[in-house]
């Protein structure tokens, strides 16, 4: 009896005892549980205070659930530590994944820790920890955020591939990740070039009031990159009456380079000059589309300093720059600029094409400014096969031919590789006036030079008759009266088949030079037909002669000497007529044909009117050469005419 009521009484105990304990171990529930409601309360610290009594209870293993709710509360109080960014919390929260880990009691802390890094834009040690994680087994709140957030901190490590999976998982679920997921869902299908898929994505996030307003500019890029640039202009020029619109400056730059592509210079404008007033430093490319968009409109004063601002760029691009300001400065007339700018693209091989338009414009405008020297060695060194090639060759003719200086201008054709149809004829022009100066400046051999030299190119029958007759004159000049005649024959056959000769070398005047030289070797019959042809040419073009040396001088000469030839060949009475004509003109040696036909009539007989014409000199020109033997002469006739009365007397 005794022993069963010693049993009773040990059972009563441990039931006492047990009893004590579980009210003891629900008194310990209670600061879990208010544990648990501070922490949904966001009050971390007095959350960790009731965890931290919580924990510190010794181990009771005949409660199962004790164990399981004592790393519960271990779990809370490193989260709370680390969201009241206490300075041990990093350590704790990782020394607690490192020992529970993969136990499901860590997967909060781990989202925790990952979430704080995100946070701290700690974005590598982020997507460690996200990584740890299937992010399936989570909640859709719960994936929804993690998903967004490994996504972005792989997007922000420009992993986009991977970052586009995680946003794919949830860009159809609608909650407060739903604009930012498809915002960067279309940025990572965006880089991607996956543009259809990006559109997609911005649409559903242009509805969101945060990020609706960078979605218009990603859209024009997306057009702009899809070469869509009918379907960017409309969409961007809505846009940018929008207010609430960002990127207003860059979406404009879009619409001006979708104007520029497709060539409507004047759409463009306004949208590009918005962005460069808009923007500290341009882009050497965005300097070029302004400028050449300027240039389009005939802006040419604004487009040249646009074109300057990247005119020492070693590129393409600097290239094509220099042309193009080249060009403006010949609109604004300023060829000096103009010079400088063709040269430097010259210079260039970028683009062959337009270095070598450049090399003609340079020598083409080096020639009009006076560098002629410098435009010829340009220009001459232009292929045949270049379609400057034509012109270029224009240009040094017209060089060469303007150019006063005919010596330099032929030692600069003599110094060429090789002269082209057109050099030749300029050469053939040049050596004929450059021979006409050294003639007369008296330098007849050097004269004598050019003229064979230019008779070596007879490229225009002209010039050719020109040399020919000089030739003709230079050897009569010499005195080689049988060569000269020789000479001249050869530039009558010549002269026949040309037109317009000029007077001082025209057929009248070689008649007249060839009659001298027929004169001088006595032959009197072919110099008499030689001035008969001279007097008529000349007669003949009379109007139009303006050479005072060949009206008073030249055609005066040849009535003389025709007369004179007459006189020769004793023919009077004709010689008479050509003298009569000569005193009638009064110019120069009319006073030697008054002497010469008073001589003709007393030959002829009539002492009388020798005795007047010998009156006449001796009367009205007393200060000429044939005065004293006019007078001597005179004194024959008049006793040859008082004899002849005296005999008349007589009979």
């Not at 309360?41 to 009594?53: A, G």
């Not at 945060?210 to 809505?238: C, M, N, R, S």
């Not at 009558?492 to 060839?514: C, H, I, R, W």
Request: charged residues 25%; aromatic residues 16%.
């Amino acid at each position: 009896m005794r022993s069963f009521i010693q049993i009773i009484c040990a059972l009563l105990f441990v039931v006492e005892m047990q009893g004590q304990e579980t009210a003891k171990y629900r008194d310990r529930l209670d600061e879990y549980k208010t544990g648990k409601d501070l922490f949904d309360k966001s009050l971390y610290l007095p959350s960790m205070y009731e965890m931290e009594e919580y924990i510190k209870v010794p181990d009771q293993p005949h409660f199962d659930k004790f164990e399981r709710l004592v790393r519960d509360a271990k779990a809370n109080s490193v989260i709370s530590s680390l969201r009241l960014e206490l300075p041990q919390a990093e350590n704790e929260v990782i020394t607690f994944i490192d020992e529970f880990f993969p136990d499901p009691i860590s997967q909060p802390v781990i989202l925790e820790l990952a979430s704080y890094y995100y946070n701290n834009k700690r974005y590598t040690d982020a997507v460690f920890y996200y990584e740890k994680l299937d992010l399936n087994d989570l909640g859709l709140l719960e994936m929804s955020e993690a998903s967004f957030k490994k996504g972005y901190s792989l997007f922000v490590q420009k992993k986009f591939v991977e970052a586009q999976k995680e946003f794919a998982r949830v860009k159809e679920v609608r909650n407060e990740y739903f604009y930012p997921v498809n915002y960067y869902h279309g940025m990572t299908q965006y880089f991607a070039n996956d543009f259809s898929g990006s559109v997609e994505s911005f649409k559903k996030a242009s509805e969101s009031t945060v990020y609706g307003p960078y979605i218009p500019y990603y859209l024009t890029q997306i057009y702009f990159a899809q070469k869509e640039y009918d379907k960017l202009i409309a969409y961007g020029e809505q846009k940018i009456n929008e207010p609430q619109v960002n990127n207003r400056k860059e979406i404009r730059q879009l619409l001006g380079q979708a104007y520029y592509i497709k060539r409507d210079f004047a759409r463009a404008l306004p949208h590009l000059e918005y962005y460069e007033e808009n923007t500290p430093k341009l882009t050497v490319e965005e300097f070029y589309q302004l400028a050449f968009t300027q240039y389009q409109t005939k802006k040419y004063s604004e487009a040249k300093n646009n074109f300057l601002e990247i005119s020492n760029e070693d590129s393409k691009l600097g290239q094509q720059a220099n042309y193009y300001m080249a060009d403006c400065y010949l609109k604004l007339n300023d060829k000096l600029s103009a010079r400088a700018a063709f040269k430097k693209v010259s210079q260039m091989q970028y683009d062959l094409g337009m270095q070598e338009e450049a090399t003609f414009n340079y020598g083409k405008v080096s020639a009009e400014l006076g560098y002629e020297r410098e435009g010829i060695n340009v220009l001459i060194e232009i292929d045949s096969k270049s379609p400057y090639y034509a012109e270029a060759q224009d240009i040094i003719n017209d060089i060469l031919n303007n150019s006063r200086d005919y010596a330099n201008s032929i030692s600069i054709i003599e110094s060429l590789p090789r002269m082209s149809p057109k050099i030749e004829a300029t050469y053939q022009n040049l050596t004929l006036k450059r021979g006409k100066q050294l003639y007369l400046e008296g330098d007849q051999a050097g004269a004598e030079k050019l003229f064979y030299k230019s008779l070596q190119y007879p490229k225009d029958g002209n010039f050719y008759a020109q040399s020919q007759y000089w030739i003709a004159r230079i050897f009569s000049d010499k005195n080689d009266y049988t060569r000269s005649i020789k000479e001249f024959d050869k530039y009558f056959t010549l002269a026949n088949k040309v037109n317009d000769l000029p007077q001082e070398a025209s057929t009248g005047l070689a008649s007249y030079y060839q009659a001298y030289n027929y004169l001088k070797l006595k032959q009197y019959e072919e110099a008499e037909e030689g001035f008969k042809n001279a007097i008529v040419t000349l007669n003949s073009n009379r109007n139009n002669l303006t050479d005072d040396v060949i009206l008073n001088r030249v055609l005066p000469d040849a009535f003389i000497r025709a007369g004179d030839c007459l006189f020769k060949l004793r023919d009077y009475a004709d010689a008479k007529k050509f003298y009569d004509q000569a005193i009638s003109r009064k110019q120069a040696g009319f006073i030697y044909a008054l002497y010469q036909r008073a001589a003709i009539e007393g030959l002829l007989g009539d002492p009388f009117k020798k005795i007047l014409t010998l009156e006449e000199i001796r009367d009205d020109y007393p200060k000429s050469e044939y005065y004293d033997d006019a007078l001597l002469f005179w004194v024959t006739p008049i006793r040859q005419v008082v004899l002849s009365i005296k005999q008349q007397h007589r009979t």
